[in-house]
């Protein structure tokens, strides 16, 4: 930016899609900043408190994240961020060099597994005979394979303490379904969820050995993405987790904790945010032209390249740090049709290890699901699958030959 009056980069021999990025937009008269989109509020009014529901919950893996509130999101900063993501990269390229949403993230924050099964399936279904049996009900108004969140949410959300384990197990899974469609993997509607979650909820120990925070960031990826191309006016995604990760990392617009900070007892870290919180100078009503200024204008020592030290793990119960071998995974994140790459390589500083010239990225075609209703993604993927199945092969590490002078290694990094 100091040497020429457009955004973006100079030479666009990395980021080739330059011309079809919305960072060419923000001068123009009308443009407008997308919209995220997540509905948290939603979620935060089921409250699972059930004991043996819990129980089930812990075992499926989705008790931690239960913890999480959901925050109502800084559009401003959220949109500024979404303006210097690349998806070629995976990552936010700012002033300093790049930074992004890693394995690690999620597992600290959400309590999430991030090292299992992928998260797949697909195929024709007999919808109605499955959810017969694991939901026991007679669902109501299903479209192309998707139920109202609200329907289910006012047949469930309320059982006494005595139910019967039936009706306890049914009432799990809808609850994770809830949780799957109000931030998980949300989808723009926001009042139904799909159905093809359901055949992974069947039995809740094999759930739980799936890698559902690895399925959760490849969703996040291909929404970032998306968001971040000419004439999208939305990013429906998991916000609460961007959001966490921006007060986490950067400056701007972080808010304090008022009054005592909660205990983190079996929370993820995350969840420290789960309190009242105070917004410095009204931050939040704050133009996006405020959060453009201070992220073009930071300074290196304005970024906590790594906020979860060894010093804050150490505090961390044990299930946020299950699966750490694979945090620095340079593999293939699956989700149903969703391929994305996981890049640590590129953002090693937030390892706490010296930043090399990252390697070139490949190039992977992105597909929806769209007329693919009954694709056997399993199958369809098997090669990438193969690949997160091998996700121990290749950990990202510092490149041989790196100065280790970090003042000199990141100058050559940023040259």
């Given at each position: 930016m100091d040497d020429h009056d457009e955004p973006g980069p100079i030479d666009t021999s990395v980021l080739t899609e330059q011309p079809r990025h919305r960072s060419t937009l923000i001068r123009e008269e009308g443009y407008f900043p997308v919209q995220f989109t997540e509905h948290g509020r939603k979620k935060n009014i089921w409250q699972c408190e059930h004991p043996a529901m819990l129980d089930l919950l812990r075992r499926a893996g989705f008790y931690y994240v239960s913890r999480l509130r959901r925050l109502q999101l800084d559009q401003s900063l959220l949109g500024a961020l979404v303006e210097m993501w690349r998806r070629k990269t995976q990552s936010f390229h700012l002033r300093h060099g790049e930074m992004s949403i890693t394995l690690m993230d999620v597992a600290v924050i959400t309590g999430l597994c991030v090292d299992g099964g992928v998260v797949t399936g697909g195929g024709s279904y007999q919808w109605a005979e499955l959810y017969g049996l694991l939901l026991a009900v007679v669902l109501q108004d299903i479209r192309g394979s998707e139920i109202k969140i609200d329907w289910l949410y006012q047949h469930f959300h309320d059982i006494p303490l005595d139910a019967p384990p039936a009706i306890v197990r049914a009432t799990a899974r809808v609850y994770i379904l809830f949780e799957i469609e109000c931030s998980l993997f949300p989808n723009p509607s926001g009042n139904r969820v799909h159905l093809k979650w359901l055949p992974h909820l069947?039995?809740?120990?094999?759930?739980?050995?799936?890698?559902?925070?690895?399925?959760?960031?490849?969703?996040?990826?291909?929404?970032?993405?998306?968001a971040c191309i000419r004439g999208k006016v939305e990013c429906c995604c998991f916000g609460t987790l961007v959001q966490i990760w921006a007060w986490d990392h950067l400056h701007i617009g972080r808010p304090e904790v008022v009054g005592a900070q909660p205990e983190l007892v079996d929370m993820p870290l995350g969840c420290r945010w789960n309190t009242r919180l105070a917004f410095r100078d009204n931050v939040r009503t704050t133009d996006i032209e405020f959060y453009r200024d201070q992220l073009d204008q930071q300074l290196e020592s304005q970024i906590t390249w790594r906020p979860y030290d060894d010093t804050v793990l150490e505090t961390l119960p044990l299930f946020c740090l299950a699966g750490s071998q694979v945090w620095r995974s340079r593999s293939f994140l699956v989700c149903f049709h969703i391929i994305e790459l996981h890049h640590p390589d590129r953002v090693l500083r937030q390892f706490g290890l010296l930043q090399h010239i990252p390697e070139a990225v490949l190039v992977i075609p992105r597909i929806n699901s769209r007329g693919r209703a009954d694709k056997d993604w399993t199958a369809y993927h098997a090669s990438y699958i193969q690949r997160w199945n091998n996700r121990l092969v290749d950990i990202a590490d510092v490149a041989p030959g790196t100065d280790p002078d970090p003042i000199r290694a990141t100058t050559v990094y940023m040259q």
């Amino acid at each position: 930016m100091d040497d020429h009056d457009e955004p973006g980069p100079i030479d666009t021999s990395v980021l080739t899609e330059q011309p079809r990025h919305r960072s060419t937009l923000i001068r123009e008269e009308g443009y407008f900043p997308v919209q995220f989109t997540e509905h948290g509020r939603k979620k935060n009014i089921w409250q699972c408190e059930h004991p043996a529901m819990l129980d089930l919950l812990r075992r499926a893996g989705f008790y931690y994240v239960s913890r999480l509130r959901r925050l109502q999101l800084d559009q401003s900063l959220l949109g500024a961020l979404v303006e210097m993501w690349r998806r070629k990269t995976q990552s936010f390229h700012l002033r300093h060099g790049e930074m992004s949403i890693t394995l690690m993230d999620v597992a600290v924050i959400t309590g999430l597994c991030v090292d299992g099964g992928v998260v797949t399936g697909g195929g024709s279904y007999q919808w109605a005979e499955l959810y017969g049996l694991l939901l026991a009900v007679v669902l109501q108004d299903i479209r192309g394979s998707e139920i109202k969140i609200d329907w289910l949410y006012q047949h469930f959300h309320d059982i006494p303490l005595d139910a019967p384990p039936a009706i306890v197990r049914a009432t799990a899974r809808v609850y994770i379904l809830f949780e799957i469609e109000c931030s998980l993997f949300p989808n723009p509607s926001g009042n139904r969820v799909h159905l093809k979650w359901l055949p992974h909820l069947e039995d809740f120990d094999l759930c739980g050995e799936l890698a559902w925070g690895a399925a959760a960031l490849a969703h996040l990826y291909r929404a970032l993405g998306n968001a971040c191309i000419r004439g999208k006016v939305e990013c429906c995604c998991f916000g609460t987790l961007v959001q966490i990760w921006a007060w986490d990392h950067l400056h701007i617009g972080r808010p304090e904790v008022v009054g005592a900070q909660p205990e983190l007892v079996d929370m993820p870290l995350g969840c420290r945010w789960n309190t009242r919180l105070a917004f410095r100078d009204n931050v939040r009503t704050t133009d996006i032209e405020f959060y453009r200024d201070q992220l073009d204008q930071q300074l290196e020592s304005q970024i906590t390249w790594r906020p979860y030290d060894d010093t804050v793990l150490e505090t961390l119960p044990l299930f946020c740090l299950a699966g750490s071998q694979v945090w620095r995974s340079r593999s293939f994140l699956v989700c149903f049709h969703i391929i994305e790459l996981h890049h640590p390589d590129r953002v090693l500083r937030q390892f706490g290890l010296l930043q090399h010239i990252p390697e070139a990225v490949l190039v992977i075609p992105r597909i929806n699901s769209r007329g693919r209703a009954d694709k056997d993604w399993t199958a369809y993927h098997a090669s990438y699958i193969q690949r997160w199945n091998n996700r121990l092969v290749d950990i990202a590490d510092v490149a041989p030959g790196t100065d280790p002078d970090p003042i000199r290694a990141t100058t050559v990094y940023m040259q």
